[in-house]
C-alpha cells in the first residue's frame, strides 16, 4: 500500500479502541464496499461513530458473535468488506469455529477487529482475559495477526488492514497506551519497526509491552548494555529476516508480550531462530496460569510483565550468550 490517506492529527493522546472508531469512519467514507458488523457491542469497541454515520452499512447481530462471523463470510462472497468487531475473547474462542471454517479455510476478506485484548479486562476476570487469542489465531491456515502499540499505529494498521487482501485479525486493548510514534510514522504489514539501537542484546515486543520494552533498554542502558528494541506489529506473518538479523548481530533475544508464553510471540521468534540461527532467547509473558482478577497495572507486575522484569531476562540471555562464546 502506498502512502497513507488518513490524517494523523486527531490520532495522538487516544486509545487504541477509540483510534480505531475514528479511523473506521475516515476509512467508510473512502471505501463504499465497507460494512461493519457488532455483536451488541459497538459502543465498547466504538464501532457507533461508523454506525451513526452508515447506518445502512452497519449491522448488530446481538449478543450472537458465531452468528456474525458467519454473516461476515457471506458478506465477503458479495463483495463486500465486512469488519466483524468484538472482545478477542469471544471473537478467538466463542466464534473459534466459525473464524476456522466459515473464513479462513474459504481465505475470504473479511477483518477481524478485536478489542479488550490482553489483560485489558483485568476486573472481569478469566473469562473476559483475552491472553490465548494469538495462539488460537496463529494456528488457522491464511490469517493474518496484527497488533498495533499506540493509537497512531492502530490507525494506520486499521488503513492497511483494510486495503490488504484476505483475512485479518487486528488486535487491540482497551485503554490509553502512551505515544510511541509521530504523526509520519509508516506501517506496512510484515514489516516489523525498529525503535532502538543496540547490539547487547534484542528486545521484541508489541502492544503494550512494547512500551515496558522502552523502559527496560532505558535502564540497561544506565548499566552501559545497549538494548535493540524491536516493534513486531505483524505476528503472523512474522518478519523472519529481522529476526534472524537480530539474533546474529546481538547473539541473544527477549520477548515481551501481554499473553501466554505458549504460542504466541515469544514462540513465534523462537520458531524463527531454532530454525535458521539458534541463540539464548527467553520469553516473558503469561505463564502456566490463569491471571486472576484485580487492577490492571497489579495483574501485569503479578505476572511479570514489567520492565524490571524484561531487564533480569536481558541480563540472563546475555549471560547466556557469553557462556556460549566461552
Given at each position: 500500500m502506498g502512502k497513507s490517506t488518513i490524517s494523523m492529527k486527531d490520532f495522538e493522546d487516544i486509545s487504541l479502541r477509540d483510534a480505531f472508531g475514528k479511523a473506521l469512519v475516515l476509512m467508510?467514507?473512502?471505501?463504499?464496499?465497507?460494512?461493519?458488523?457488532?455483536?451488541?457491542?459497538?459502543?465498547?469497541?466504538?464501532?457507533?461513530?461508523?454506525?451513526?454515520?452508515?447506518?445502512?452499512?452497519?449491522?448488530?447481530?446481538?449478543?450472537?458473535?458465531?452468528?456474525?462471523?458467519?454473516?461476515?463470510?457471506?458478506?465477503?462472497?458479495?463483495?463486500?468488506?465486512?469488519?466483524?468487531?468484538?472482545?478477542?475473547?469471544?471473537?478467538?474462542?466463542?466464534?473459534?469455529?466459525?473464524?476456522?471454517?466459515?473464513?479462513?479455510?474459504?481465505?475470504?476478506?473479511?477483518?477481524?477487529?478485536?478489542?479488550?485484548?490482553?489483560?485489558?479486562?483485568?476486573?472481569?476476570?478469566?473469562?473476559?482475559?483475552?491472553?490465548?487469542?494469538?495462539?488460537?489465531?496463529?494456528?488457522?491456515?491464511?490469517?493474518?495477526?496484527?497488533?498495533?502499540?499506540?493509537?497512531?499505529?492502530?490507525?494506520?494498521?486499521?488503513?492497511?488492514?483494510?486495503?490488504?487482501?484476505?483475512?485479518?485479525?487486528?488486535?487491540?486493548?482497551?485503554?490509553?497506551?502512551?505515544?510511541?510514534?509521530?504523526?509520519?510514522?509508516?506501517?506496512?504489514?510484515?514489516?516489523?519497526?525498529?525503535?532502538?539501537?543496540?547490539?547487547?542484546?534484542?528486545?521484541?515486543?508489541?502492544?503494550?509491552?512494547?512500551?515496558?520494552?522502552?523502559?527496560?533498554?532505558?535502564?540497561?542502558?544506565?548499566e552501559n548494555i545497549q538494548a535493540r528494541v524491536i516493534n513486531m506489529h505483524t505476528i503472523k506473518p512474522i518478519d523472519k529476516d529481522t529476526i534472524i538479523n537480530a539474533a546474529s548481530e546481538t547473539g541473544a533475544i527477549v520477548t515481551a508480550e501481554e499473553h501466554t508464553i505458549y504460542g504466541g510471540l515469544g514462540e513465534a521468534v523462537a520458531g524463527v531462530t531454532s530454525a535458521f540461527y539458534p541463540i539464548p532467547l527467553i520469553r516473558i509473558g503469561i505463564q502456566d496460569t490463569f491471571c486472576g482478577i484485580g487492577p490492571e497495572d497489579g495483574l501485569r507486575k503479578k505476572l511479570g510483565l514489567t520492565a524490571q522484569n524484561i531487564v533480569k531476562a536481558s541480563k540472563k540471555a546475555i549471560l547466556m550468550k557469553n557462556k556460549e562464546m566461552i
Open positions: 467508510g467514507e473512502k471505501v463504499p464496499e465497507l460494512v461493519l458488523l457488532g455483536a451488541d457491542s459497538l459502543g465498547s469497541t466504538r464501532g457507533a461513530a461508523f454506525a451513526k454515520r452508515f447506518p445502512q452499512r452497519t449491522f448488530n447481530f446481538g449478543i450472537a458473535e458465531q452468528e456474525m462471523i458467519t454473516a461476515a463470510a457471506g458478506f465477503a462472497t458479495c463483495g463486500k468488506i465486512p469488519i466483524a468487531t468484538a472482545y478477542g475473547f469471544l471473537i478467538s474462542m466463542r466464534a473459534c469455529e466459525q473464524v476456522r471454517t466459515d473464513i479462513c479455510y474459504p481465505n475470504l476478506n473479511v477483518k477481524l477487529m478485536a478489542t479488550h485484548t490482553g489483560l485489558s479486562m483485568a476486573t472481569g476476570g478469566t473469562t473476559h482475559h483475552c491472553t490465548e487469542d494469538i495462539a488460537i489465531m496463529r494456528s488457522f491456515a491464511n490469517l493474518t495477526i496484527v497488533a498495533p502499540s499506540d493509537a497512531v499505529e492502530t490507525a494506520k494498521a486499521v488503513e492497511s488492514v483494510i486495503y490488504y487482501p484476505g483475512p485479518v485479525y487486528l488486535r487491540m486493548g482497551r485503554g490509553e497506551i502512551p505515544k510511541i510514534y509521530s504523526r509520519d510514522y509508516k506501517f506496512e504489514i510484515g514489516k516489523s519497526i525498529l525503535l532502538r539501537e543496540g547490539n547487547d542484546i534484542t528486545i521484541i515486543a508489541f502492544g503494550i509491552m512494547l512500551v515496558e520494552a522502552l523502559k527496560a533498554a532505558e535502564i540497561l542502558a544506565k
